[in-house]
């Protein structure tokens, strides 16, 4: 029950895997975990697979329904997006996340050429049509060397700033850290 991450291979091959009950306080979890469980039973919701429990069944987004979804719209009681969750769905062109999402582990995005996101100051964000800035994905330009989180944002993915040998100045929320 108090279980925070599920890494790659945990349940690998869990071939007669059925169901599984995630605890509420999960923040990680990788849709590698679950290669092989043929019989997992996903909660299916607007072309996304989820797995959750008795109270919130979309805690999870594992990953896409099949790789040729064009559009995405995350529950709006989804907490967490796997990583590798829509890795190499090269066609997915919109993703509407909710403002539950608090976490959007690793690589989930990798591959996904067609997605369209929110542009500002240099910044590629996904979010809401409330909140178009909720996460920043990634910086558009590689030789930025002062950036300016939206002040919209909540979260940053773990690989934003990566290939960007340039940047030396960070602002979140106008003051510098």
């Not at 909660?43 to 069944?57: I, R, V």
């Not at 990953?63 to 040729?68: A, G, M």
């Not at 369209?116 to 996904?126: S, T």
């Amino acid at each position: 029950s108090n279980v925070k991450s599920i890494k790659k291979g945990a349940f690998f091959n869990c071939s007669a895997l059925e169901t599984l009950t995630l605890s509420n306080d999960l923040q990680y979890a990788t849709k590698e975990a679950f290669y092989g469980c043929e019989k997992l039973a996903y909660t299916e919701s607007e072309n996304a697979l989820y797995l959750g429990d008795e109270s919130n069944a979309t805690l999870l987004l594992v990953s896409p329904k099949t790789l040729n979804e064009t559009e995405c719209n995350v529950s709006a009681s989804t907490k967490i997006i796997a990583d590798s969750a829509f890795v190499n769905c090269k066609y997915l062109e919109a993703l509407t996340l909710s403002d539950s999402i608090i976490g959007i582990n690793g690589t989930a995005f990798t591959g996904c050429d067609a997605l369209k996101y929110n542009e500002n100051e240099n910044g590629l964000y996904l979010g809401s049509e409330a909140n178009p800035y909720l996460v920043l994905i990634k910086l558009d330009v590689k030789s930025v060397e002062d950036f300016s989180v939206n002040e919209k944002a909540k979260i940053i993915v773990d690989n934003a700033f990566i290939g960007c040998p340039s940047i030396k100045d960070i602002s979140f929320a106008g003051t510098a850290d």
